[in-house]
C-alpha cells in the first residue's frame, strides 16, 4: 500500500491547511499512519499518528491543541490550525505496524506535500 500526501500550500501564521494521506489500498485495522515534517537542514520529525482501527491519536507537543489528524476509510487527514512560522516544512505520511515516533519505523512514504507558512 503506498501513501501519497497532498493539501500543501502557502499559508499566513494563524492560517489554518488540511493535508490528506490517500492510501492506494486499504488500511490493516492494526496499521498506525503517521505524520512527520521535514525542513530545510532538518531531521524528520514526529508530528502526529492515528491508529487506524482504534482511532487512537497521538501528537506531538508543538502541535498539540492545534493540529487534528483523522481518517476515512483509506485516507488519513491532518487538520492544521493557528499555524506558525516554525510549522514550514515538507510534510510526509507513512505507515507502520504499531505505534512509533521514529521515522525509520515508518514505511511507504509518498512523495511529501510543502507547507510554507508566511509571518
Known amino acids: 500500500v503506498q501513501l501519497q500526501a497532498s493539501g500543501g500550500g502557502l499559508v499566513q501564521a494563524g492560517g489554518s491547511l488540511r493535508l490528506s494521506c490517500a492510501a492506494s489500498?486499504?488500511?490493516?485495522?492494526?496499521?498506525?499512519v503517521g505524520w512527520f515534517r521535514q525542513a530545510p537542514g532538518k531531521v524528520r520529525e514526529f508530528v502526529a499518528a492515528i491508529r487506524w482501527g482504534r482511532r487512537s491519536t497521538y501528537y506531538a507537543d508543538s502541535v498539540k491543541g492545534r493540529f487534528t489528524i483523522s481518517r476515512d476509510t483509506n485516507t488519513a487527514y491532518l487538520q492544521m490550525d493557528n499555524l506558525k512560522p516554525e510549522d514550514a516544512a515538507v510534510y510526509y505520511c507513512?505507515?507502520?505496524?504499531?505505534?512509533?515516533?521514529?521515522?525509520?519505523?515508518?514505511?511507504?512514504w509518498g512523495q511529501g506535500t510543502l507547507v510554507t507558512v508566511s509571518s
Open positions: 507513512g505507515r507502520a505496524t504499531e505505534l512509533a515516533y521514529a521515522p525509520a519505523q515508518y514505511k511507504y
Open positions: 489500498g486499504a488500511i490493516y485495522s492494526s496499521s498506525v
